[in-house]
């Protein structure tokens, strides 16, 4: 398999204070997905507005970051359950084949991210006739 | 949770209105924020990948139930290289008590969210009083 996944090292380097400081930045849970003449990354991202995530694309690398912005909750309001932490996010996705980056494009939809990076000619398969 | 409470978070899960029609997946309960004003009750849910037409708020009585099916699945699946999202349906049961009131609970759908108002009964309402 050419692809890898790269899992955030920053829980092995950081410092105490890095670990008790909350909240922590989270690793959105993504798919991917192989196909012909394209590979599409689909990342998990509920309540997160498509203005609030920057994209990039360096060398070999899908680097998504981008923030939560909190629930606007009434002055007077009480919290009772308090579950959903996530802040600011960060998931990086190295790309197996040659990527057309100008081509790459991306949209927004009930909360899920989809990426879509065409392959570059070089990397699309190519059916040889036997003459 | 404080103890005035009303909403308390149920583990068991009576009757879900989930289809079955795949043996082997689960049903995940999603995580969920409530707040509480001077009238109602807030309660959001993370429900990402879900079509709105999917999702079933239902009261029965004191019950809250929230239900979805995660459809999004179905289109990739044959050429996945990588896997992590569970493609679940997502179900949750909250206990609601007594000071809500159930005929016009109100629910959206947004950017993955859910979010589900629950109305206090004018009664169960902090009432400010004059004083002459």
Do not use: C
Request: charged fraction near 25%.
């Amino acid at each position: 398999m050419l692809l890898r996944i790269d899992m955030p090292t920053r829980l092995m380097d950081s410092t105490l204070e890095d670990l008790f400081e909350m909240p922590r930045r989270s690793t959105p849970a993504v798919d991917v997905a192989e196909y012909d003449e394209r590979t599409v990354v689909v990342a998990e991202l509920p309540g997160v507005r498509k203005e609030d995530v920057q994209l990039t694309f360096t060398k070999d690398v899908l680097t998504i970051t981008g923030e939560r912005k909190p629930l606007e909750i009434p002055q007077n309001a009480k919290i009772l359950v308090h579950e959903q932490h996530v802040r600011s996010f960060e998931r990086s996705v190295r790309i197996g084949h040659a990527v057309d980056t100008e081509a790459i494009s991306a949209s927004m939809e009930q909360g899920m991210l989809t990426v879509v990076l065409p392959k570059a000619a070089v990397a699309r398969p190519r059916t040889i006739t036997v003459k | 949770m404080g103890s005035t409470t009303a909403i308390t978070v149920l583990r068991g899960n009576p009757a879900l209105p989930v289809r079955r029609s795949e043996p082997l997946r689960s049903v995940v309960a999603p995580v969920a924020d409530i707040y509480e004003t001077e009238t109602a009750y807030v309660l959001t849910m993370d429900l990402p990948g879900v079509p709105k037409e999917s999702v079933t708020v239902t009261v029965t009585g004191e019950i809250l139930s929230v239900a979805a099916e995660n459809i999004h699945r179905q289109r990739e699946q044959s050429a996945l290289i990588h896997r992590e999202i569970l493609w679940n349906a997502y179900a949750r049961t909250f206990n609601l008590g007594k000071d809500i009131d159930t005929s016009s609970v109100a629910a959206e759908y947004a950017d993955g969210v859910l979010t589900v108002t629950l109305p206090k009964y004018p009664a169960a309402q902090p009432r400010r009083i004059e004083i002459n």
